[in-house]
């Protein structure tokens, strides 16, 4: 089968689409013939080599590529009772050691996968699980109840956008912090409150939530200067360790690390299939053209996700 994997770190150009020995499901494993992966960010700083840099992945000869995927189930493993072959399913691949999901097929564990959202179409469907599971996540994380206020940086994002649309479902009043020409597609995912990108942010969204928020998702990884948009004792959850503020005023500083959870991703597939959740496909590109994924990512500006279909 084919696979996006990487040799040495570097650029686009080091990406390379080679032939693997097709995967074979274990015990209480799941054999997914792949309809969509989605291109993530960290999908750019694993081939940049900066993961491995940070020790979160050990060094290797080959590594593989892809965290989302949306496909079919060709086989299952002993012991797998939740799915059979050709159910829809979505799901995550955690590990970055394991085989990748830009691939003709991937094996993940039963537990890390859901069925597929009815009438999702396969591309929107892979936007799903590691940004749906992050932004749920790290709601969850906030302890925020309706009627309390939350600020989203980064909020025109895949992640950012999903935090919004969550936290309207809960009542939650929200505060996004992005471009001014977002500010229609903010509107529409359920900002009550839209900030324009500035080095003031703080100031700024303190005149509209006198006193701070009660607690901000810094999707945007802006760090200190969106704590200080928090109020005191309020709750902070940053997606990445190394821009993490301190907890100043008394305030809780978190750091959401996501992980593959098929219950939680089940819930959210739910949620998409009854239209609460607007699942945003930027472009889909064959797997032979992932390095253009990748330079189209990291040139910003991306409003959704870019997926690769086998």
Same mark, same amino acid.
């Given at each position: 089968?084919?696979?996006?994997?990487?040799?040495?770190?570097?650029?686009?150009?080091?990406?390379?689409?080679?032939?693997?020995?097709?995967?074979?499901?274990?015990?209480?494993?799941?054999?997914?013939?792949?309809?969509?992966?989605?291109?993530?960010?960290?999908?750019?700083?694993?081939?940049?080599?900066?993961?491995?840099?940070?020790?979160?992945?050990?060094?290797?000869?080959?590594?593989?590529?892809?965290?989302?995927?949306?496909?079919?189930?060709?086989?299952?493993?002993?012991?797998?009772?939740?799915?059979?072959?050709?159910?829809?399913?979505?799901?995550?691949?955690?590990?970055?050691?394991?085989?990748?999901?830009?691939?003709?097929?991937?094996?993940?564990?039963?537990?890390?996968?859901?069925?597929?959202?009815?009438?999702?179409?396969?591309?929107?469907?892979?936007?799903?699980? #590691? /940004? *749906? @599971?992050? !932004?749920?996540?790290?709601?969850?994380?906030?302890? =925020? %109840?309706?009627?309390? +206020? $939350?600020?989203?940086?980064?909020?025109?994002?895949?992640?950012?956008?999903?935090?919004?649309?969550?936290?309207?479902?809960?009542?939650?009043?929200?505060?996004?912090?992005?471009?001014?020409?977002?500010?229609?597609?903010?509107?529409?995912?359920?900002?009550?409150?839209?900030?324009?990108?500035?080095?003031?942010?703080?100031?700024?969204?303190?005149?509209?939530?006198?006193?701070?928020?009660?607690?901000?998702?810094?999707?945007?990884?802006?760090?200190?200067?969106?704590?200080?948009?928090?109020?005191?004792?309020?709750?902070?959850?940053?997606?990445?360790?190394?821009?993490?503020?301190?907890?100043?005023?008394?305030?809780?500083?978190?750091?959401?690390?996501?992980?593959?959870?098929?219950?939680? #991703? /089940? *819930? @959210?597939? !739910?949620?998409?299939?009854?239209?609460?959740?607007? =699942? %945003?496909?930027?472009? +889909? $590109?064959?797997?032979?053209?992932?390095?253009?994924?990748?330079?189209?990512?990291?040139?910003?500006?991306?409003?959704?996700?870019?997926?690769?279909?086998?």
């Amino acid at each position: 089968m084919q696979a996006v994997i990487v040799r040495r770190f570097g650029g686009p150009d080091v990406l390379e689409l080679a032939e693997l020995p097709a995967p074979r499901p274990g015990p209480a494993q799941v054999l997914i013939r792949v309809a969509a992966a989605a291109v993530n960010r960290i999908d750019l700083s694993t081939r940049a080599g900066r993961i491995t840099e940070a020790g979160l992945l050990a060094p290797a000869p080959v590594v593989a590529l892809g965290w989302d995927v949306a496909g079919e189930v060709a086989a299952t493993g002993a012991g797998v009772t939740r799915f059979a072959a050709g159910d829809r399913v979505i799901g995550l691949r955690d590990l970055l050691s394991a085989p990748g999901t830009q691939a003709d097929e991937v094996v993940l564990d039963e537990t890390a996968v859901a069925h597929a959202p009815a009438g999702v179409g396969d591309a929107e469907a892979a936007a799903l699980p #590691l /940004a *749906g @599971l992050t !932004a749920d996540r790290s709601l969850e994380l906030t302890g =925020l %109840r309706g009627g309390q +206020t $939350l600020l989203v940086t980064g909020a025109a994002g895949v992640v950012g956008g999903l935090v919004l649309q969550l936290a309207a479902l809960r009542g939650i009043r929200t505060v996004a912090a992005a471009d001014a020409a977002d500010e229609p597609l903010l509107r529409a995912l359920g900002a009550e409150h839209v900030v324009a990108r500035t080095d003031r942010l703080g100031e700024a969204v303190r005149d509209l939530v006198p006193g701070g928020v009660d607690a901000v998702i810094d999707a945007a990884v802006l760090g200190i200067g969106a704590h200080e948009a928090l109020r005191g004792c309020g709750v902070f959850v940053a997606l990445v360790a190394p821009f993490a503020p301190p907890p100043l005023r008394g305030t809780t500083v978190v750091v959401q690390e996501v992980y593959a959870d098929g219950a939680r #991703l /089940a *819930g @959210l597939a !739910a949620l998409a299939a009854a239209g609460d959740l607007t =699942l %945003r496909v930027a472009g +889909t $590109l064959p797997l032979a053209r992932v390095a253009e994924a990748h330079e189209r990512l990291a040139a910003g500006g991306v409003r959704g996700r870019l997926v690769l279909v086998p």
